[in-house]
């Protein structure tokens, strides 16, 4: 199974300032024959189901704000969220669709300082 | 709006059973394959199953595989997961989980609100 680390476990960042949550998968979630990266991610609200934010590791779902941006390839991802709202406190979890068992990070718990 | 409503979920006993649902609406139920995630209290995601759309292909995570059966009915836009001998390590939010593509590995887009099950004596 493709083992999925987040960093950091936790994160505090002020309003209107970036917050930047890494993911790092234990092999290529990079497909050569179409050069796509087979990443999502996901924001967890307090007592909410997680929502998907991003897939192919880049790509915004509908309706996502475009303060949230994924980026990285191959093995190292990147969520960055430019301009911290009150509204993203949550926990952001990343996962890989390349192979089964699709895995999820451990998640990434996003605060107000 | 894509909807997707667990029932099912409880306290039941270690070594006991229960059966989950999930009904689906606002899509094409049997062209989309479906999962079972589940979390743990305070902890992260797991996924625990998948069945295709109409072929029934099941795949289970090894935590689970011979206890847990997951099943459709594409008549009723239902789906199902059968829990049996469970342990206290299955107390979680369990979350149906609608594929995002029609073929292949994909996210998952839409999740239901959840139900809780508690395995404790």
């Known amino acids: 199974d493709i083992v999925m680390t987040q960093s950091p476990d936790s994160l505090a960042v002020s309003l209107g300032e970036r917050a930047t949550i890494n993911c790092k998968s234990s092999?290529?979630?990079?497909?050569?024959?179409?050069?796509?990266?087979?990443l999502a991610w996901y924001q967890q609200k307090p007592g909410q189901p997680p929502k998907l934010l991003i897939y192919w590791a880049s790509t915004r779902e509908s309706g996502v704000p475009d303060r949230f941006r994924g980026s990285g390839s191959g093995t190292d991802f990147t969520l960055t969220i430019s301009s911290l709202q009150a509204e993203d406190v949550a926990v952001y979890y990343c996962q890989q669709y390349y192979s089964k068992p699709r895995t999820f990070g451990h998640g990434t718990k996003l605060e107000i300082k | 709006e894509v909807q997707l409503l667990e029932s099912g979920g409880g306290l039941v006993q270690p070594g006991g059973s229960l059966r989950l649902s999930c009904a689906a609406s606002e899509f094409t139920f049997s062209s989309y394959a479906m999962s079972w995630v589940r979390q743990a209290p305070g902890k992260g995601l797991e996924w625990v199953s998948s069945i295709s759309g109409s072929d029934d292909i099941t795949y289970y995570a090894d935590s689970v595989k011979g206890r847990f059966t997951i099943s459709r009915d594409n008549s009723k836009n239902t789906l199902y997961l059968q829990m049996n001998s469970l342990r206290a390590e299955d107390t979680a939010v369990y979350y149906c989980a609608k594929d995002l593509w029609l073929r292949g590995v994909t996210p998952f887009d839409y999740w239901g609100q959840g139900t809780l099950v508690t395995v404790s004596s």
């Open positions: 092999q290529s979630v990079l497909y050569s024959s179409n050069n796509k990266n087979y």
